[in-house]
């Protein structure tokens, strides 16, 4: 008797974020910030590139420092649930005629073959991949607990959370209602425009029982490839407050935060890259979402300020990562 696994083929899957790939002007400031301050491992070193994991990751990395002249997003990846998933997505892409790059395994090292696109309504670049290394630490790093893949250390950042990303009002439903019909992605909470009723603000959508893996939101600017913050999550709320104690004290631009979100419910707290100056998300707790039926939460005007801020610092939503005009996409070849 077969499994049903065997009858039903789903498609295409994607299972989590993977990576972001992060352009940065002094990669030593950005390494002073990710592996000393807030604790990731430096996995590998090629030349000008530095690869990144956190403690609970047993990936080869979820952050990529490439140094170059300009600090911009250079992509955003997600792991796809099957190896046969990448070239489905590839057929599924080029069917909607979207320009597809294919990229050898080892284009970002320990990670198989990938392809590479632009988000449709957004330029973002993003990656699928499947295949990706499982080193393990130095002996000196390594945990006892074999679900850890290093010893807890600095701020204790234990895994890549989510992607924000800005796109143009006039695109921002495209973008939006791409990543959920191709890319299989769940709307878990949003907002309309005040002005526009029936143009998204701002969409939270995840494909794991997490609120959003990747939340899409209107750039008032009109830009399409702006990054608002990448997230690295810590276990608790007390370990948010810690950073935030322990950073007002290093030279680390700060942002806002401690605070807590009333979308998703999670503790946030805005630190920047002092190597790029990318808004850094440090992220803890969250309600999570086990129903299969989940009725999307809209969030009306008067009460999205709560969405964004139930208790703590306001936050500015609409603007890109450096908080100024930014490029945010290094287009589809790199
Ligand atoms: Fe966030």
């Known amino acids: 008797m077969s499994r049903n696994s065997d009858r039903y083929d789903p498609g295409p899957q994607i299972a989590q974020c993977g990576a972001v790939n992060l352009g940065v002007t002094d990669i030593e ?22 690869y990144l994991r956190c403690y609970q990751e047993l990936g080869h990395h979820s952050l990529v420092l490439t140094e170059q002249a300009e600090a911009v997003v250079n992509a955003y990846s997600f792991r796809v649930k099957r190896p046969q998933d990448v070239e489905l997505f590839y057929e599924e892409l080029k069917r909607q005629e979207i320009e597809v790059l294919e990229l050898p395994a080892g284009a970002e090292a320990g990670r198989g073959a990938a392809i ?32 850890n893949s290093s010893k807890r250390r600095g701020l204790g950042v234990r895994r890549i959370d989510h992607f924000n990303i800005q796109t143009s009002p006039s695109t921002i439903n495209q973008a939006e209602r791409w990543v959920r019909e191709t890319l299989g992605f769940k709307r878990r909470e949003f907002a309309y425009l005040p002005d526009h009723p029936e143009t998204i603000m701002a969409s939270w ?31 608790d709320f007390s370990d948010a407050l810690t950073a935030a104690d322990v950073l007002r004290d290093l ?19 805005y630190i920047h890259d002092p190597g790029s100056d990318h808004r850094v998300e440090i992220y803890a707790g969250g309600y999570l979402i086990f129903d299969p039926d989940w009725e999307a939460i809209e969030w009306k005007p008067a009460d999205f300020p ?12 609409t603007t890109g990562s450096r908080g100024r005009d930014t490029t945010g996409s290094a287009g589809l070849r790199r």
């Open 29 to 50: 400031k950005s390494l002073f910030f990710f592996r000393d301050t807030l604790g990731m491992e430096e996995v590998e070193r090629r030349g000008n590139v530095s």
């Open 116 to 147: 590479r696109f632009l988000l449709p309504g957004g330029d973002h670049p993003f990656e699928l991949y499947y295949d990706i290394d499982k080193p393990r630490a130095p002996q000196h790093m390594r945990s006892r607990l074999p679900s």
């Open 205 to 235: 959508m995840s494909v794991t029982p997490q609120v959003h893996d990747l939340a899409i939101v209107a750039n008032r600017l009109e830009k399409t490839a702006q990054m608002h913050h990448v997230a690295f999550n810590l276990q």
């Open 251 to 269: 030279d680390v631009s700060y942002g806002v935060g401690p605070g807590k979100h009333g979308v998703g419910q999670a503790m946030y707290l």
């Open 306 to 317: 709560e969405g964004l801020t139930w208790y703590g610092d306001p936050i500015d939503t």
